[in-house]
C-alpha cells in the first residue's frame, strides 16, 4: 500500500519556465511533508517542507503548496534551472514530524538550456 | 545546517562476507536514526530506526539477523551487512532527525556483492 505517491516518474521542461511536481497521499495521519532533491549515488537533500497547518511555504525560488481536502501537495520551482536537473522525493510523516518519513518513488526533473 | 556524515561512499565485497556502515551526526545529537535501502529507480524505503542505547526498531520484512544497527552513542549509528548476498547490492541511506522537524541524510553507501 503506497502511502504517498508521486505519479509522474519524469518531467521535462524548458529553462526559465516553471516546473510543477505532483505528490499525492492517503494517510489521513500525515501532518508535516517535505521535498528532498537526490543526485545519483548521493544522499536526499532537504528542500522544503510544510505542516498542515499552512497551505504555502515559499524558500526562493521553492515554493510548496498544500491542499489537505485533497490530499494532494505541489512544488513549484520557478524560474526553472539546469542545476535543478535531479530526482525529486516527496515524503510525509505524522505526529508533527517526529514519525518516519514515508517517501514516494520520485520524479526525475531534466530542466533543458 | 546539520550533517550527517556516512562512510563508506562506495563498498565492493565478496558473497558470504560482513560490511559496516557508519552513520554519523557531526554537529548535533541524534537520539534516532533512520537506515534506507533504496533499489534503481525505487523510492528509499525504511529498513529500520535505529534508536541509541535501545535496540532498533526494525520494517516488516528487514532480517533483524542479517542487517545488524548499532546506535552506541549519540552520534554515531552503524548498519552491519551479515553473510552478504549479490541481491543485498543496493543503495544504503542513513538520515537522522533534527529534534524538530527535518531529516538530515547521509551520502550514501553503494553496496555490491560480488
Known amino acids: 500500500d503506497q502511502q504517498v505517491k508521486q505519479n509522474s516518474p519524469s518531467l521535462s521542461v524548458q529553462e526559465g519556465r516553471i516546473s510543477i511536481l505532483n505528490c499525492d497521499y492517503t494517510?489521513?495521519?500525515?501532518?508535516?511533508f517535505l521535498w528532498y532533491k537526490k543526485y545519483p549515488a548521493e544522499g536526499p537533500t532537504f528542500l522544503i517542507s510544510?505542516?498542515?497547518?499552512?497551505d504555502k511555504n515559499e524558500d526562493g525560488r521553492f515554493t510548496v503548496f498544500l491542499n489537505k481536502s485533497a490530499k494532494h501537495l505541489s512544488l513549484h520551482i520557478v524560474p526553472s534551472q539546469p542545476g535543478d536537473s535531479a530526482v525529486y522525493f516527496c515524503?510525509?510523516?505524522?505526529?508533527?514530524?517526529?514519525?518516519?518519513?514515508?517517501f514516494g518513488k520520485g520524479t526525475k526533473l531534466t530542466v533543458n538550456p | 545546517g546539520a550533517v550527517v556524515s556516512q562512510h563508506p561512499s562506495w563498498v565492493i565485497c565478496k558473497s558470504g562476507t560482513s560490511v559496516k556502515i557508519e552513520c554519523r551526526s557531526l554537529?548535533?545529537?541524534?537520539?534516532?536514526m533512520f537506515w534506507y535501502r533504496q533499489f534503481p529507480k525505487q523510492s528509499l524505503m525504511l529498513m529500520a530506526t535505529?534508536?541509541?542505547?535501545?535496540?532498533?526498531?526494525?520494517e516488516q520484512g528487514v532480517e533483524k539477523d542479517k542487517f545488524l544497527i548499532n546506535h552506541a552513542s549519540l552520534t554515531l549509528s552503524t548498519l552491519t551487512v551479515t553473510s552478504a548476498h549479490p541481491e543485498d547490492s543496493s543503495f544504503y541511506i542513513c538520515?537522522?532527525?533534527?529534534?524538530?522537524?527535518?531529516?538530515?541524510f547521509g551520502q550514501g553507501t553503494r553496496l555490491t556483492v560480488v
Open positions: 538520515s537522522a532527525r533534527v529534534p524538530g522537524r527535518k531529516a538530515f
Open positions: 494517510n489521513s495521519m500525515f501532518d508535516y
Open positions: 510544510i505542516s498542515s497547518i499552512k
Open positions: 515524503a510525509a510523516s505524522a505526529q508533527g514530524g517526529s514519525e518516519k518519513l514515508v
Open positions: 554537529d548535533f545529537q541524534a537520539t534516532t
Open positions: 535505529s534508536n541509541e542505547g535501545s535496540k532498533a526498531t526494525y
